[in-house]
């Protein structure tokens, strides 16, 4: 059972999902715009935001960039718009995961369970180090140059995946199998996506990556420096 903050304006829509999700056994918080759904994280600290991108007011694209200045939250996109561009920038605002509506209820449970188990600590028990980057796998925090390095349990997650072996290329399909736990021929964006989000926190050049390399028509390799 989790929290979830769930942000829709459409009232139909909130109170169906709302309902669906209730019956699937997890407490519901709902709000109507960007604005409320802010208020109301800072009012419930929720396990998880369920988080619609066409807002009234501030729309979903800013709400979500808001509420990752602010924390770690997990975020799941809800989007009436499959559109390359459209899922790119919510990934890149910070989401998680993102699900195309209408979406059946006991798909979006599942993709809530999932994104929430991201932030299970791990049984291996390990710190590495990678030059100025330390993972602590037991404790679950990176650090760069003696510095934490706030990530989202997705961006962890990835981490952790690449590193577990270094050297290894992964394939896109690989990654989103491990990390997003989707078994079927899933969506490279959000991989594409994350990985830009990480290198972002990790690197310090991130146009120029010494630790996740990008291999051409392959996917993404975890170096040791």
Known sequence: MAMVLLVEDDAAVREG?????????????????????????????????????????IDGFETCRRIRAG????????????????VVAGLEAGADDYVVKPVEPRVLDARI??????????????????GDLVIDRTGL????????VQLTPTELKLLLELSRTPGRVLSR???????????????SRLVDACVQRLRAKIE???ASPRHVETVRGFGYRFNRP
Do not use: C, K, N
Request: aromatic share 4%.
């Open 17 to 57: 999902l709302g309902l669906a999700l209730r019956r699937q056994g997890h407490v519901v918080h709902a709000a109507e715009s960007g604005e409320h759904g802010l208020d109301r994280l800072r009012e419930h600290r929720p396990d998880i935001v369920v988080l619609d991108l066409m807002l009234p007011g």
């Open 71 to 86: 924390g770690e939250t997990p975020i799941i996109m809800l989007t009436a718009r499959s559109h390359d561009f459209d």
């Open 113 to 130: 369970r999932a994104v929430l188990r991201r932030a299970v600590s791990e049984q291996q028990t390990a710190t590495e180090q990678y």
């Open 141 to 148: 925090v990176v650090t760069l140059r003696g510095e934490p």
């Open 173 to 187: 399909q690989q990654i989103l199998e491990a990390v997003w736990e989707h078994d079927y021929l899933g969506d």
């Open 204 to 206: 310090d050049v991130p």
